[in-house]
């Protein structure tokens, strides 16, 4: 079944610098979502971006997405020591049924202070 | 604004135990998922309702969990005799309309199950 897999599985980096993470998935979609969790959390939602969609931004958050190469990428810039979690992509399946996401099994971004 | 509530937050068991787990979601959302996280499978969709109904519980793992949403604030998920092996943590999550993948999913904190 189709799963999008992020890499890396983890990252460390210092406070100040950028995060990118990507996410890699098997077949056509019409949206790729990426979300956060915090530790013994719940998912939250960061950003949505759809097939005919190749770039978008929210505050400090730039997601990319390449449908002919099925990536997208999510950056964080300028990261916070509050930017530690989990972070994972969602994609539907545009051949499939329209309400179904699947998770990754998602990065772990620890942001040193 | 109250974001989706699920309880308990904990629930440790013995095996063959019946096992309960409770999810109000956002007011207004008319669709509702749960799923299960664990490290080696990640977070599966067990089953999905809308407008209270069930649409989709292929995810369902066994005949031994069960799943109800007898009106729109309220939801249950069962297991019915527990196993170790279903230890995890239960999600439970609510989106508007017809939960249709250009929506975002708002997730509550989750159920740490742990079946002894």
């Known amino acids: 079944s189709q799963q999008g897999e992020e890499d890396p599985q983890a990252l460390s980096i210092q406070e100040g610098e950028n995060a990118t993470m990507n996410c890699s998935y098997k077949t056509s979609i019409n949206n790729l979502q990426w979300y956060r969790q915090n530790s013994g959390r719940g998912l939250v939602h960061l950003i949505l971006?759809?097939?005919?969609?190749r770039e978008k931004h929210s505050g400090r958050l730039r997601v990319t997405l390449d449908t002919s190469k099925k990536s997208s990428s999510l950056l964080i810039t300028a990261s916070r020591a509050a930017d530690t979690a989990s972070y994972f992509c969602?994609?539907?399946?545009?051949?499939?049924?329209?309400?179904?996401?699947?998770f990754g099994k998602g990065t772990l971004l620890t942001v040193n202070p | 604004d109250a974001g989706v509530i699920q309880s308990p937050r904990h629930e440790v068991t013995e095996m063959g135990q019946e096992v309960t787990l409770r999810c109000k979601p956002i007011s207004g959302h008319n669709s509702l998922f749960w799923y299960r996280q664990t490290m080696m499978r990640g977070l599966e969709l067990l089953i999905y309702f809308n407008n209270n109904v069930p649409i989709d519980d292929s995810g369902m793992p066994e005949d031994r969990f069960s799943a109800k949403m007898p009106n729109a604030s309220f939801s249950t998920l069962k297991i019915q005799p527990s196993e170790p092996r279903d230890s995890a943590v239960y999600f439970c999550a609510s989106s508007l309309g017809r939960g249709y993948s250009n929506q975002p999913q708002h997730f509550g904190d989750g159920t740490r199950l742990s079946i002894l």
């Open positions: 969602a994609t539907d399946n545009s051949g499939g049924s329209n309400y179904k996401l699947t």
């Open positions: 971006i759809r097939s005919n969609e």
